[in-house]
Nanobody, 123 residues
Framework: QVHQVESGGGFVHSGGSLRLSCAASGNFVRINDMGWYRQAPGKERELVASITEFGTIHYRDSVKGRFTVSRDNAKNAIALQMTKLNPEDTAAYHC?????????????????WGQGTQVTVSS
């Protein structure tokens, strides 16, 4: 079983900054892709940023130049530095990981999610 624990959400005024962190623990062989998703009330969950185990990064267009994703493979951790926040960034942010588990002689990939941390940006 894999657990992910997030921290760092909160309330800020428009233009402010927050840093989110997430660490995975459990019985897995390795973690492939990691990322941050967010979901605002009444909206679909959307990908904010992702980073592969080799460091390839993807951002959604609306956060490019404002958010920075980073990863520490040794700690199975991912972080999201968010700057120049605006009210449209208000959402519950969830970390995501594609974990590889050994089942007998077979490796399996499965998705794991953190419980979410709320980010609220006032205008």
């Amino acid at each position: 079983q894999v657990h992910q624990v997030e921290s760092g959400g909160g309330f800020v005024h428009s233009g402010g900054s927050l840093r989110l962190s997430c660490a995975a623990s459990g019985n897995f062989v390795r973690i492939n892709d990691m990322g941050w998703y967010r979901q605002a009330p009444g909206k679909e969950r959307e990908l904010v940023a992702s980073i592969t185990e080799f460091g390839t990064i993807h951002y959604r267009d609306s956060v490019k130049g404002r958010f920075t994703v980073s990863r520490d493979n040794a700690k199975n951790a991912i972080a999201l530095q968010m700057t120049k926040l605006n009210p449209e960034d208000t959402a519950a942010y969830h970390c995501h990981a594609v974990c590889v588990v050994l089942n007998g002689d077979i490796l399996h990939e499965f998705n794991t999610w953190g419980q979410g941390t709320q980010v609220t940006v006032s205008s």
